[in-house]
C-alpha cells in the first residue's frame, strides 16, 4: 500500500501545481490573444487592449492575407524547403553524428574542436554572402538549404545520443556480418528514433522561418517562401512602399494590428500541427542527447 503523503508534501505538491499552472498560463495567454485579435475586428480591438473572444467574429485579415495568389506559391517554396532541407540536414548530420561517436575514429576529438569552435565564432554576414556566390547559389532555393545544411548544435546532441547506445549491439552486428552502412540504418536509425524526431523538428522549425537568408540571396520575388511574403503584406497594411504584384489593389486592407496577428497566426500554425507527432519523443531525445559529452 502506498503511504499517506505528509502534511507538509501535500503543501508541496499545491504550491507546485499552482505555480505551474500560472507560468503556462502566461504562457498561452498572449497566443490566445493573437489568434482571438486576428479574428476580431477593428472597432473592437481599438477598444480592448486584450481580446480573449472576440464578441464580433471577422475574417478580413485572412481574407486579405489570401487576397494574393502568390501566397501559395510561396507555401510550396517554403514546404518544399523544409521538407528537403529537413531530410538532407537529418541524412549528414546523422552520418556525421555517427561517425565522431565512434571511439576507434582517429582524430575525432580535433574534428569536434573545430565543430565547436563553429559555434563561437562564425565568419560573419559578408564572408558568408561570398561563400554563397561564389557557389552559384544566388538567387537558387539551395542557398536557403546548403549553408546551413548541419547545425553545430544538432549534431552534438545526436551524436551523445549515439555514444549512449551499447557497444554491444555493433560488435554483435558485426559477428552477423553487417558493415558500417548497415549497422547505421539498420540498427543505430531504429533505436534514435527519439533523438531523429527531435532533431527533425528543430530543423524544419529553422527552414520553416527562413528570412534573411531568403533577402539576402533571393532576387526573384516568384522564389520568395511564406515568411517574406508575409512581411511584404505586414509593411502594405502599414502603408509603407512595398512590392505590390500579385495583390488585389481593390481590396481594402484591414488595421495594421489585425495583420500583424494574421500573419503570426499564419506563420506558426504549421508547426503546431506537426509538434504533436513529434512530442512524444521530443522530450527524451532532447534530454538523453545532452547528458554525455
Known amino acids: 500500500m502506498t503511504q499517506d503523503k505528509t502534511f507538509g508534501s501535500r503543501l508541496f505538491d499545491i504550491v507546485n501545481y499552482t505555480l505551474l499552472g500560472l507560468i503556462a498560463l502566461i504562457m498561452i495567454l498572449p497566443f490566445l490573444h493573437v489568434v482571438a485579435g486576428s479574428f476580431t475586428t477593428a472597432q473592437e480591438l481599438a477598444q480592448k487592449q486584450f481580446v480573449l473572444f472576440p464578441t464580433v467574429f471577422s475574417l478580413?485579415?485572412?481574407?486579405?492575407i489570401f487576397s494574393t495568389s502568390t501566397i501559395f506559391r510561396s507555401l510550396g517554396v517554403s514546404i518544399g524547403v523544409t521538407l528537403f532541407g529537413t531530410l538532407l540536414s537529418l541524412f549528414l548530420t546523422a552520418l556525421m553524428a555517427y561517425g565522431l561517436s565512434r571511439r576507434?575514429?582517429?582524430?575525432?576529438?580535433?574534428?569536434?574542436?573545430?565543430?565547436?569552435?563553429?559555434m563561437l565564432f562564425q565568419g560573419g554576414l559578408i564572408p558568408?554572402?561570398?561563400?554563397?556566390?561564389?557557389?552559384?547559389?544566388?538567387?537558387?532555393?539551395?542557398?536557403?538549404?546548403?549553408?546551413s545544411a548541419i547545425s553545430a548544435f544538432n549534431l552534438i546532441i545526436m551524436r551523445?545520443?549515439?555514444?549512449?547506445?551499447?557497444?554491444?549491439?555493433?560488435?554483435?552486428a558485426k559477428i552477423d556480418g553487417a558493415g558500417d552502412w548497415g549497422i547505421l540504418?539498420?540498427?543505430?536509425i531504429p533505436l534514435s528514433m527519439p533523438v531523429i524526431a527531435t532533431i527533425s523538428l528543430f530543423y524544419a522549425v529553422t527552414y520553416w522561418n527562413t528570412y534573411l537568408p531568403a533577402i539576402l540571396y533571393l532576387n526573384d520575388n516568384a522564389k520568395w517562401p511564406i515568411?517574406?511574403?508575409?512581411?511584404?503584406?505586414?509593411?502594405l497594411a502599414s502603408g509603407l512602399s512595398a512590392d505590390t504584384s500579385g495583390f488585389d489593389e481593390s481590396f481594402v486592407a484591414p488595421p495594421e494590428q489585425t495583420i500583424k496577428m494574421a500573419v503570426i497566426v499564419v506563420a506558426t500554425i504549421p508547426v503546431l500541427l506537426v509538434y504533436p507527432f513529434l512530442q512524444k519523443h521530443f522530450a527524451k531525445g532532447a534530454l538523453l542527447g545532452s547528458i554525455k559529452g
Open 160 to 172: 551523445n545520443f549515439f555514444m549512449n547506445l551499447p557497444d554491444g549491439l555493433e560488435e554483435s
Open 104 to 118: 576507434d575514429l582517429d582524430g575525432r576529438r580535433v574534428i569536434m574542436f573545430l565543430v565547436v569552435f563553429t
Open 185 to 188: 540504418f539498420r540498427i543505430v
Open 60 to 64: 478580413d485579415a485572412y481574407r486579405y
Open 227 to 235: 515568411q517574406i511574403l508575409l512581411r511584404q503584406i505586414v509593411v
Open 128 to 147: 558568408t554572402f561570398i561563400v554563397v556566390k561564389s557557389m552559384g547559389l544566388i538567387d537558387s532555393l539551395l542557398a536557403l538549404i546548403i549553408p
